[in-house]
């Protein structure tokens, strides 16, 4: 019995220190993070559709849904109706001032006429100056007049550009009462439904960029001696069988300070305290989940 408990002491010990020796055969782990972005409602109104699941496929600007805009689209044709009413204000400075010019273009006929005349002396003097005071007068008139409707334009004019900034708004309003999906990824949670009340701030849906996934992970002062900004790094992660399914991965941040090693990461120096985090970039086949975790082997 004796040799037969040795040989199983020994095969147990051999398989322990494989075993221990697989374990052991990384440089740091970490887990999968992806940019989350929560999209909410920027419109108020009845949610009228919301066409997405979770785990669909979105790309940057996809309408997703529509908020009601019906009270939205009744104030703009109702400053729209304004603003031509506005316009139609807006005076005609050539025709309102063509009588007072008609006038003057006859009384400078006339001077002419009288000047003739006094040059063979069948006029007086007082009949040119009687002339001449009466267009000085008309010229004064359509000066008045001029400026006065000048003014009246100008003031039409900030009232219809007024209201036209207003319609700008609510074509604004208008355009974000389309859901629109901002980037192109994954649908993480969905929070609202097609009939729900939204305000502005509701959040409707999580969506992240799985395409390519970021392990975080933290290294010893030691190991950060040994890596640099894009470097390729093996990263491994556990396929579910029991074996080990290998990504190649780019360093593309580290962190410029230090901070005490967090409980859920294991790292080489199982002894050190300050460890330096950073992100690697891993192209992501479909396989690859936020919050799995990963080895990485530099």
Same mark, same amino acid.
């Given at each position: 019995m004796k040799p037969v408990t040795l040989l199983t002491s020994l095969s147990v010990s051999f398989l322990l220190l494989s075993c221990g020796n697989g374990n052991d055969d990384y440089d740091a782990t970490g887990s999968f993070e992806a940019t989350e972005i929560i999209v909410s409602s920027q419109a108020n109104g009845r949610i009228l559709t919301l066409n997405l699941n979770e785990g669909d496929q979105l790309q940057? %600007?996809? *309408?997703? %849904?529509?908020? #009601?805009?019906?009270?939205?689209?009744?104030?703009?044709?109702?400053?729209?109706?304004? !603003? /031509?009413?506005? /316009?139609?204000?807006?005076? #005609? *400075?050539?025709?309102?001032? !063509?009588? *007072?010019? $008609? &006038? *003057?273009?006859? &009384? $400078?006929r006339e001077k002419a006429r009288v000047q003739r005349l006094l040059a063979s002396n069948a006029a007086n003097q007082k009949q040119l100056d009687d002339i001449e005071s009466q267009i000085d007068v008309l010229q004064k008139q359509l000066l008045a007049l001029t400026s006065t409707l000048e003014k009246n334009s100008e003031n039409i004019s900030a009232q219809s550009s007024t209201l036209e900034i207003q319609v700008a708004q609510l074509d604004d309003q208008l355009e974000k009462t389309r859901i629109v999906s901002p980037i192109a990824g994954t649908v993480l949670n969905r929070y609202a439904e097609a009939g729900e009340l939204a305000t502005m701030g509701t959040p409707l849906f999580k969506i992240a960029d799985t395409d390519t996934m970021e392990l975080r992970a933290y290294v010893t002062n030691d190991q950060l001696a040994r890596i640099k900004l894009n470097d390729e790094v093996a990263v491994r992660v556990d396929d579910g069988e029991g074996n080990m399914k290998s990504y190649r991965g780019k360093i593309n941040w580290i962190s410029s300070k230090s901070e005490f090693t967090p409980k859920t990461i294991q790292t080489k120096n199982e002894r050190a305290n300050l460890v330096y985090a950073l992100k690697i970039a891993v192209p992501n086949d479909g396989f690859l989940k936020i919050g799995m975790y990963g080895e990485v082997k530099f």
């Open positions: 940057q %600007g996809q *309408i997703v %849904g529509v908020i #009601d805009s019906t009270q939205l689209y009744l104030q703009k044709m109702s400053l729209l109706s304004n !603003a /031509r009413g506005v /316009r139609a204000q807006q005076p #005609d *400075i050539r025709k309102q001032t !063509a009588s *007072i010019q $008609e &006038q *003057i273009r006859t &009384q $400078e």
